[in-house]
Structures are given as C-alpha cells and as structure tokens.
C-alpha cells in the first residue's frame, strides 16, 4: 500500500499571502489529521477531518482552515501568512472508526517558508 | 500546558545496549499511547503502541511500559543500533479523540558504535 502523500513538499511564501497544502490518506484511512511541527512549540495538533467533517480542532487561530474530500483527500489552508507560520506541516491518516483509537500514520511533511 | 513532558532532551548509548526512553504524562483521560521515531525533515514514522488497558507491549527490540498511576510510560531498545539514532516522541491520544494525538517534546537518541 502507498503511505500518506503530501504535496508540495517545499514552499516558499511571503508575509500576508495565503497557501494551501494537500494531502492523500493511505487507501481505506478515512481519518485525516494535520500537525504543525516548530523548534519552539514542537508538534501541535492543528485539526482532524472524518468523513468530511471537523472532528477535532486544536488551539490554531482561524487563519487556519481545512477541508477533506469525499476521497478523503484532504486540504489545510493557511490565509494571511505570517513569518511565525514557517513550520512543517505533518498530515497523518489512521483507519480509526466512529469512536475508536488507531494508530497515525504520517507523511513526509510540507516544509513552508514565510519570508 | 504541557499535558506529555519528555524530560530528557537527548540520551547517548553505546551500541548493542539498552536505550530507555522516558515520558509523562498528566491528563488522566489518554487511553492510548504511542512513540513514533523521527529525523530531521521527514514525517514521524510510527514504532509501537500501547492501550491503556495494557502495562506492557513488545515488538521486536521494542518494548513500551505504561505505569498508569504514575503516568508515566517507557521505551525501552535492545539492543540499540547505530540506526536507532533518530528523535523519539511520545504522544497520548483521548478515547473518541483518536485523531487528535498531544505529543511530547521529543528526546534525540543517539547510539555510538
């Protein structure tokens, strides 16, 4: 099976604009989750999409936003850019059910640079 | 509020012995545990798991403890590798919060020839 694939892998942008980063589940993962990885702060939860809703939201403001696909496909949208938003960007799918626990299985991560 | 503590920034170890990897934790509602291993610029890739109704998992070299009433749980190498050498994590998740994992702060491992 193909793992989680996150595209792009790099991404360069500049103060106030925005970015959208994507993300393929593993095949059959109907859960996506996105983490925001920094020196600072180390790996916080951003939000996790199933079945094409929110289920979960961290502490992250508005600016950041996602979306999940039908497929599960998923998108994270970040608006109005800010140098502090310079991060990978880790997307993790599990199988987890309704109201279970499973194991993540991350990605290689979209690195974004906020100049 | 640092719900998952890693104490030890780093830990060095000399190949072929034991590598212990410590973690805390304070909420009393995360049922399932996980450590993941990690370098630089590449995603997390996942190495055991433990339930909270279980003490003990192993997998190969690896073997995770859980201490429920001191929230405390370990990771425990043997024997370690030069390969080993990566940034272990710990990461706690709520029942039917499943997707949403708190993670520590991470421990670098580095295992010496």
């Known amino acids: 099976k193909a793992g989680v694939t996150q595209t792009p892998r790099y991404l360069i942008k500049t103060r106030g604009q925005q970015v959208t980063l994507s993300c393929s589940p593993i095949s059959g993962h109907r859960s996506v989750s996105w983490y925001q990885q920094t020196p600072g702060q180390g790996l916080q939860f951003l939000f996790e999409?199933?079945?094409?809703?929110?289920?979960n939201k961290g502490n992250f403001p508005g600016r950041f936003s996602g979306r999940q696909f039908s497929n599960s496909r998923s998108e994270m949208n970040v608006s109005t850019l800010e140098l502090g938003d310079s991060a990978l960007y880790l997307c993790?799918?599990?199988?987890?059910?309704?109201?279970?626990?499973?194991?993540?299985?991350f990605g290689p991560g979209t690195r974004l640079t906020v100049l | 509020d640092q719900q998952v503590k890693q104490n030890s920034p780093s830990l060095s170890v000399q190949e072929g012995r034991i590598s212990i990897l410590n973690c805390d934790y304070t909420n009393s509602m995360f049922d399932y545990f996980l450590w993941y291993k990690k370098y630089p610029a590449e995603g997390p890739t996942f190495l055991i798991s433990?339930?909270?109704?279980?003490d003990k998992n192993e997998d190969g070299r690896f073997t995770v403890f859980l201490n429920k009433s001191a929230k405390h749980l370990s990771l425990h190498i043997v024997p370690s590798q030069p390969g080993d050498s990566a940034v272990y994590f710990c990461?706690?998740?709520?029942?039917?919060?499943?997707?949403?994992?708190?993670f520590g702060q991470g421990t670098e491992l580095s295992v010496k020839p």
């Open positions: 993790a799918s599990s199988l987890v059910e309704k109201h279970s626990t499973d194991t993540q299985y």
């Open positions: 999409y199933f079945s094409e809703t929110q289920r």
């Open positions: 990461a706690a998740s709520v029942y039917n919060q499943g997707g949403k994992l708190i």
């Open positions: 433990i339930s909270s109704i279980k």
